[in-house]
């Protein structure tokens, strides 16, 4: 019986690892749109937060969500809620919640880069051939000794939403000193070298850390996780990353 076990066991292992293989080996230029969505929202480069805030009181609640929970995908808010609020059918009920959704994910890491061309492909089949040719070299940038997380705020609370995307724009570095940084399992910190506000490139409000910590890459495969700790506003963000789930076609990437 042991060993009967012990074979499903494997089989199982197996057939997941094979699965998993199969997903990364898959080129990105042939993900659709779900899958693309995916990876900028809820994947292991990738998170999304919502903030659900309570139309007739505001007051707010810092639930932490991933976005398969949530319905959020990419700080983009689902259609649905969107038109609805636009439609005017939330007005004058005041027991809607509203809500803003704030999305992290390492620029840094390929398949995030890789996802976010294939959006842009996907929205707009007719761009020239030169152009998209140039767009993917997007995928394959050295961004050196660099470490890049963006931010990127999306939500039906427009009252809130729109100030907290001003104060991104005025920010710089000075703005988040000692509120925003990478930690890793064993306690380590790496602080904040710059910050770059949102713009045009719809990229996000871009926060820059050195990739390198006391003479070695930050992180590797025994780092364990790594935890992305932001304070915007009122709000606390704070999101753990397992490295070892960052793997893309077998190179560690962040």
């Known amino acids: 019986m042991k060993r009967i076990l012990l074979i499903c066991a494997a089989v199982v292992l197996f057939a997941t690892t094979a699965a998993a293989q199969k997903e990364q080996t898959k080129p990105w230029t042939e993900w659709n749109e779900k899958e693309a969505m995916k990876m900028l929202?809820?994947?292991?480069?990738?998170?999304?937060?919502?903030?659900?805030?309570?139309?007739?009181?505001?007051?707010?609640?810092?639930?932490?969500?991933?976005?398969?929970?949530?319905?959020?995908?990419?700080?983009?808010?689902?259609?649905?809620?969107?038109?609805?609020?636009?439609?005017?059918?939330?007005?004058?009920?005041?027991?809607?919640?509203?809500?803003?959704?704030?999305?992290?994910?390492?620029?840094?890491?390929?398949?995030?880069?890789?996802?976010t061309i294939r959006m842009a492909e996907l929205a707009h089949p007719e761009t020239p051939a030169e152009r998209a040719a140039e767009m993917r070299t997007f995928v394959d940038k050295d961004f050196g000794d660099y470490i890049v997380v963006t931010l990127k705020m999306d939500g039906t609370d427009r009252k809130r939403l729109v100030p907290i995307n001003q104060s991104l724009t005025a920010a710089n570095k000075d703005s988040f000193k000692d509120i925003v940084y990478l930690e890793r399992k064993d306690g380590k910190r790496v602080s904040l070298m710059d910050y770059r506000a949102p713009g045009p490139d719809h990229l996000g409000a871009k926060f820059v850390f050195p990739r390198m910590f006391e003479g070695k890459p930050f992180l590797d495969a025994s780092s364990g996780e790594v935890r992305v700790y932001m304070e915007i506003g009122k709000t606390k963000l704070s999101r753990k990353f397992k490295v070892a789930e960052m793997m893309y076609n077998g190179k560690l990437e962040y």
């Open 41 to 115: 929202s809820d994947s292991a480069w990738a998170q999304t937060q919502k903030e659900l805030t309570d139309s007739a009181s505001g007051a707010s609640g810092g639930a932490v969500t991933r976005a398969a929970e949530n319905g959020a995908s990419a700080g983009i808010v689902n259609k649905d809620a969107s038109a609805a609020q636009e439609s005017g059918q939330n007005i004058g009920n005041r027991n809607v919640s509203l809500n803003l959704v704030y999305n992290l994910s390492f620029l840094t890491a390929k398949p995030v880069r890789a996802a």
